[in-house]
């Protein structure tokens, strides 16, 4: 495969490699069997790294002793993250990472409303407003609807304005209607 691609990332692209499996089964959420009283799962199975891992060979400038402590386990994923891993499994794992809190911390079926292409596709859209010179309109739309009071009510205008014109976007390529 080397001489077919030039560079690790490209030959991840092109063959679509998945370092960690972001499905949540079926059944997650579900009632646990178990002779203790019921109980829902709510954290992530830790089954979800790609059986590739199985078979990756250790790079030597990537080899660290092992950690004594959560501020070395840091430093050390911070150093490993920046120089060993390839862009597509950083943009998979901080997915991951980002799946991990949300269900921690809000729920499973806050996660469920969160799109898996959260982090890709804002960034995206913060790139395009930002090589246009334009402002941050999806930070600033985040901070209208932010905490229990938002400062743009949701049940009022202008929300309903807002919800019309994006989601009239979201499915119209206005280009081709001007």
């Given at each position: 495969?080397?001489?077919?691609?030039?560079?690790?990332?490209?030959?991840?692209?092109?063959?679509?490699?998945?370092?960690?499996?972001?499905?949540?089964?079926?059944?997650?959420?579900?009632?646990?069997?178990?002779?203790?009283?019921?109980?829902?799962?709510?954290?992530?199975?830790?089954?979800?790294?790609?059986p590739i891992f199985l078979c990756s060979p250790t790079k030597t400038k990537c080899a660290q002793p092992?950690?004594?402590?959560?501020?070395?386990?840091?430093?050390?994923?911070?150093?490993?993250?920046?120089?060993?891993?390839?862009?597509?499994?950083?943009?998979?794992?901080?997915?991951?990472?980002?799946?991990?809190?949300?269900?921690?911390s809000e729920g499973l079926d806050f996660h469920k409303f969160v799109n898996k292409d959260f982090l890709?596709?804002?960034?995206?859209?913060?790139?395009?407003?930002?090589?246009?010179?334009?402002?941050?309109?999806?930070?600033?739309?985040?901070?209208?609807?932010?905490?229990?009071?938002?400062?743009?009510?949701?049940?009022?205008?202008?929300?309903?304005?807002?919800?019309?014109?994006?989601?009239?976007?979201?499915?119209?390529?206005?280009?081709a209607s001007i």
């Amino acid at each position: 495969m080397a001489h077919q691609f030039a560079t690790l990332s490209e030959a991840e692209e092109a063959l679509q490699v998945d370092y960690i499996n972001n499905d949540i089964p079926s059944d997650f959420g579900a009632v646990l069997q178990t002779s203790s009283p019921q109980r829902t799962a709510t954290s992530i199975p830790d089954n979800t790294l790609s059986p590739i891992f199985l078979c990756s060979p250790t790079k030597t400038k990537c080899a660290q002793p092992m950690t004594s402590s959560v501020g070395d386990l840091v430093r050390e994923f911070i150093l490993n993250f920046k120089n060993c891993m390839s862009h597509r499994l950083r943009t998979q794992l901080l997915d991951h990472l980002l799946k991990i809190t949300i269900v921690d911390s809000e729920g499973l079926d806050f996660h469920k409303f969160v799109n898996k292409d959260f982090l890709s596709s804002s960034l995206s859209g913060m790139k395009t407003l930002f090589m246009n010179s334009k402002q941050n309109l999806i930070f600033y739309l985040s901070k209208c609807f932010e905490g229990p009071s938002p400062r743009t009510p949701v049940n009022q205008m202008p929300y309903g304005l807002l919800d019309y014109v994006l989601l009239a976007v979201r499915f119209t390529d206005i280009k081709a209607s001007i």
